[in-house]
């Protein structure tokens, strides 16, 4: 794959989830050890109201049930994520997820303190819990805001790398150079530049989130729309439902692959395979034609 501004994606893929875990994974770790040294000057340094473990057991605790709850974040950022069309809906979703976040972290969080002061022969007083639980909430909704901020600006400077596609826009006056409701071509914005996608070149598409990823010559590009929309607008002569989340292009399609399950799994021309659901397979070889099917 080439490379644009110096930065090869290609490869970013392959490292991509090392790089997302590890990024978590580092920034709890240095969030513990800032935290613990400061709560542990605080409190026993300097005042002395309590042992040289407490401090440590608190943080790392909190830190252990953020790092859990990351994946919960990612989920709720892809499902609801902050775009100029829609952010009032997400700002109102997220705040709402963030009494949950919070009850979570919390109850995980005394949990693991009272777990490490037992092993320790000690015992862990959280204090008043609506007094407890309102203070600890201010500080989750930081963290969960911060959490949704880091990862909405990671999926833009990813979606500036990958490119994202859109479709044609209906011109202001005369008629549209193409058909808007069944377009041949997609209009793909990646690092300021802007270029064309045949529609027929699209490979397969898979649903994500809010989005529909279209896979071109080895590249995914996300379109902002619903599978159910994207499937309305392409050949259906061509293009065909194999999965709840998926549909290929027939045109690249070389084996399908049954499944002791019933379902299958259908192998592509570039050797990528894509799920097949049992409720689709029928339908699908009938369409397949004279190309092979391995048994």
């Not at 949704?148 to 994202?164: A, D, K």
């Not at 802007?194 to 699209?202: D, N």
Request: net charge positive.
């Amino acid at each position: 794959m080439a490379k644009q501004a110096g930065f090869d994606y290609g490869k970013f893929q392959r490292w991509r989830r090392p790089f997302e875990v590890g990024f978590w994974l580092l920034l709890c770790a240095v969030n513990t050890v800032f935290n613990g040294t400061v709560s542990w000057y605080d409190n026993v340094r300097r005042s002395q109201r309590a042992s040289s473990f407490e401090p440590w057991v608190w943080e790392t605790s909190s830190s252990l049930m953020l790092l859990a709850l990351v994946p919960l974040v990612v989920l709720a950022t892809r499902r609801w994520p902050f775009r100029l069309d829609s952010w009032r809906h997400s700002l109102v979703v997220h705040l709402l997820l963030s009494v949950p976040f919070s009850l979570v972290h919390v109850a995980g969080m005394v949990a693991l303190r009272q777990l490490a002061y037992a092993v320790a022969g000690a015992h862990y007083d959280f204090g008043h819990w609506i007094v407890q639980l309102g203070y600890e909430y201010l500080k989750d909704l930081r963290t969960y805001f911060l959490f949704v901020g880091t990862m909405s600006f990671y999926g833009f400077v990813l979606r500036r790398l990958q490119g994202e596609a859109r479709l044609l826009a209906e011109p202001d006056e005369g008629p549209p150079v193409e058909p808007i409701d069944r377009p041949e071509r997609f209009l793909v914005r990646k690092l300021g530049r802007e270029f064309l996608v045949a529609a027929r070149e699209i490979e397969w598409a898979q649903a994500s989130g809010n989005y529909v990823n279209l896979h071109v010559r080895g590249r995914d590009y996300p379109l902002r729309a619903t599978m159910s929309g994207i499937e309305e607008r392409l050949d259906p002569q061509r293009f065909v439902r194999v999965h709840r989340s998926y549909l290929v292009n027939l045109d690249y399609l070389a084996e399908i692959e049954p499944l002791e399950t019933g379902d299958a799994r259908l192998v592509m021309r570039d050797g990528a395979t894509v799920p097949c659901s049992r409720r689709f397979r029928a339908q699908l070889r009938e369409r397949f034609g004279d190309t092979p099917v391995h048994a």
